[in-house]
């Protein structure tokens, strides 16, 4: 990740909230700048910065909602699915490989144990706060 951030002139922040923003989009969710903000632990103001260079770099877009042109959302821009795919394209097919390698009971083993760690460290940090 931080190589593909260097490679787009991406600080940490800014990757953080551009993640932020894909995996609330491929869930089916919408991300407000305020809940971006709240995510990645920054003022508004400084989120309104993060904002404006990913949406200038093309990586998120301002979507206002029809029925409320108040309400902005935030969704993930082509520019960024283009070099995402190109960064972490090739990556896909080298894993995709590997895992031809294991049974499907052998992957189900993985799956289940990663998504447990997943889950323990997401809990772990929410009670950090």
Known sequence: MHAFARQHA????ELTALLAVMVAENRGDSLTPTALARHIRLSSPATTSVINKLVAAGHVVRDRQSDDLRRVTLRY????????????????GLTDAHAEEFSLEELAVVHRYLGGMVTIMADHANRLG
């Open 10 to 13: 991406l600080s940490e922040r």
């Open 77 to 92: 821009g082509d520019r960024a699915r283009e070099v995402g795919e190109a960064f972490f394209g090739p990556l896909a």
